[in-house]
């Protein structure tokens, strides 16, 4: 960071340009933050850093004035933004209920996706031709399946140290994806509900096991599920980095299927998933045609754990016999508001045993793609996070998020504390299977 | 030295330190701090313009060092080169006292956030300014410790800024503000020596400099760790929320349970409008139609706290409350007190501005002065929100209005000057805990007389020959500066608002 001092860095030099308003940030919920403070110590970038610019609050302040005309978007304010992994602490901490994440949205929005012109196309690329098509999706880890198990990993030692920790990131893709083998699987014992269910773009490839378990669970518990076979990815990452034109047309798609399907509720099992399409009707709220539908679909949108502590579990539960402390996903516990169902979900497996770790809510580095795109202050939460996981003695971590889960593996694999990661479905699935061998 | 030598008010642009000064000293400060800690790009500094407040004004450079011998060469360097330094803590004050009116160098001490030696058996901690206040209470609750200044952004301002504002919060009212838990100061002076106040010895021989330095908002010395008070956990604390249809009988329950020699820990007053403000941010359950609540809290023993909260309960019914309600979960209390705490911050979902007036009044004179407060917002045409310290007749009525709307800010600003003016006439005083910093400084006169404000000056002047601390906040500015054209209530001119 030590940068060479340059007159034209200092306030006074004359020959800086004026920046102009940029009248697309002039958002109101600018207006509501009135510069408390009190998001600043539960910003995890805060906390690392100490800079006021990588604080909610200063990050508000910045496109607030580049909005004015203040100041330009330059690069050094896009880092200050991208810094940011959207974890949105600061929400659960704001007591003006700023909703910070839709500011970060429109100036990444105004800024575009992140890093170097390289790095910025290949986000473009996969943001508007890879994520939105799903086969696509399935080649390319059907790709990495074969490199990671033929002898071409050797070759790596000769990629430079940043690619060579990107491809180090990368999880083995497993032998079997996920494929559901109906549309519409039928609820086991008497009907409840009727509900679909979001299969999503990575969790079908890197984790269909869970989506699987998932499944099962609703269906003992009495859910007709269907899987609707046109749904696409959800957009998240999209709407993340400043990609909004692929972003909306995957939320339409997905708006369409799933409101065609005559649902009670659309379940989803990814939290980062989960708070994207719960907030369809505000990334679509200026669409004439789609406002009205967005908000319709986003209210059906429901948590897996969420749904399932409304609906009320049923079936014999059997013994899971772990000690197991519980990551909050960021997107389900600060961009849903969903903290009690899930630890409510675990308290009802018989033998299972929850340690709660000092700070579940603080995000654990991985946030999207911010891993790859900031690797060092991804490691440094990441290190933080696997030490209070150490410090409750558990043996497992729960965290309903395929991100939380890759990071949280990585992070158990690299300090070699033996600790596996298991998403909530999974253990829910194993109690309802052990609840079944013991009746 | 000439550039900072003369007392005068922010936005003269005369104080404004030269380019190539202010490069030169850019280079020194890199090679002290690291380049990575002095900031001078616009994106980088302008997030410092501001504190909790309303005031703005851009420093030139922000350096944060990362240990006290940086601190010593910052200031060395600063002071040589002549330019004004400005220490910030968390930023979440709110009289402007961050706020570097004349520009310069602000020193954000969140850096320096290390807790020292704690000494649980003395009771005392050492801790450096950064540190956040709510962490000094979480490293010690463990062991039943806490340490008592609780403003209510504790959980984000740092001991350092609590230390300058002499700070206090809802329990000051039993346990006294952040002077009475200070025992001693390490600082830095203006010549870059380091300088022990006090220490770990209460009522130590000679003059005492640690409580001149406590509330004296850096402009005397940065103070670089602090030695203070940790205090026991009370056995028993108990919370009751009492719910009145009308302010006034609110308020003269407050004069009431004070009057019966109850003391509580805190006992604090939330009107209807920051109620309103609360439930539509993170609601905490207070009663929507109520013209005011009574959060009451009482520590110690077991056997008192039932019967304290048996009196006041008593108490709030003869004084026609229409509901009590006490708290009979911890979970129940936090729940009272987030909603409390978040109060301020929460008039964000009522309007995008608002001004918090910070006056105090004996407190026989609040009924009174609460509807005088009323009275003054209906004359200017305000809205109103009241959330305040009501034990110790601290009030923080919070004017809430729009910077964008014309005249809006003048209206304000005259309003707040009238509230204190009447706190200042029912006999009390212009700041309670936030400080006078950069916006309460020409209201220093109804208080204090030249002789008085004199005296101050020289004590100042002992610490700080040359004012380069800090200059422009607490102390009138001169007739003779440019802002003095307008009235005295008004924002200085150069300020962005």
Redesign the interface.
Known sequence: ???A?S?T?????PS?PRPQPIPSLQIPEL????????????CPTYRVT????E?P??RI??VR?AADG???P?E??AE?LYLCLMCRACET??????KYGRIAEAAREVLGPPGSPFSRAVAGLAFRRLFPRLDRMRTLMKLLRFYQRSGLRAVTRLLPRRLREMEALLPPVPDRFFAPEAEVLPAIGPRRARVAFLSGCVMPLLFGEINEATIRVLRRNGCDVLIPKDQGCCAALNVHNGEMVAAKAMARRNIDTFLAAGVDAVIVNAAGCGATMKEYGHLLANDPVYAEKAQRFSQLVKDASEFLVDLGLTGPLGPVRMTVTYQDPCHLAHGQRVRVQPRNLLAAIPGLTLVEMEASDRCCGSAGIYNITHPEMSQTLLDEKMASIARTKANAVVAPNPGCMLQIRSGAQRTATGVTVYHLMDLLDRAYQAGEAGS | MELMDRDRGPGTGERKAA?PV??SL??EL?RIA???HV??????????E?????LQA?P?IVV?PGSIDEVRAIVRAARAAGVPIVPRG???GLAGGAVPAGGGVVI?L??L?RVGEVDLRGRTAIVEP?V?N?DVTKGIAPQGYFYAPDPS?Q???SVGGNLANNSGGPHTLAYGVTTNHTLGVEVVLHDGNPLWLGGHVPDGPGYDLCGVFVGSEGTLGIVVQGIVRLMRARESVRTLLAVFDRMDDATRVVVDITGAGIVPAALEMMDQTTIEA?E???PAGFPRDAEAVLLVEVEGVREYTERALREIDAICRRGAVRDVRIAQTEAERQALWKGR?????????LA???YVMDGVVPRSRLPETMRRVAEIGRAFGVRIANVFHAGDGNLHPNILF?MRVPGALDRVIEAGAAILRACVDAGGSLTGEHGIGLEKREYMSWVFTEADLGAMARIRRAFDPTAGFNPGKVFPSPPACGEARRAPAKIPAGLWV
């Not at chain 1, 901490?93 to 700023?98: L, R």
């Not at chain 2, 501001?50 to 309303?54: C, R």
Request: net charge neutral; charged share 15%; with cysteine.
């Open positions: 960071m030590e940068t001092v007159p860095h200092l306030p006074q030099a800086r207006d509501q933050c009135v510069h408390c403070g009190l998001c600043l110590t539960q100490h800079l006021e610019t604080s609050r200063g302040h910045l004035a203040r100041i330009a330059t050094r304010f200050h901490a704001c007591p003006s209920g700023v | 380019w202010l490069t850019v280079i890199r690291g380049g990575a900031l001078v790009a616009p994106e980088d500094v302008i997030v410092y501001q504190d909790g407040s309303i851009m030139e944060l968390s930023g979440t954000s969140a850096r956030n950064g956040i709510l952004s959980a984000a301002c609360v539509r941010g993170a705490k978040g109060a301020f911050g929460s008039l964000g979902t995008p501005n608002y729009d």
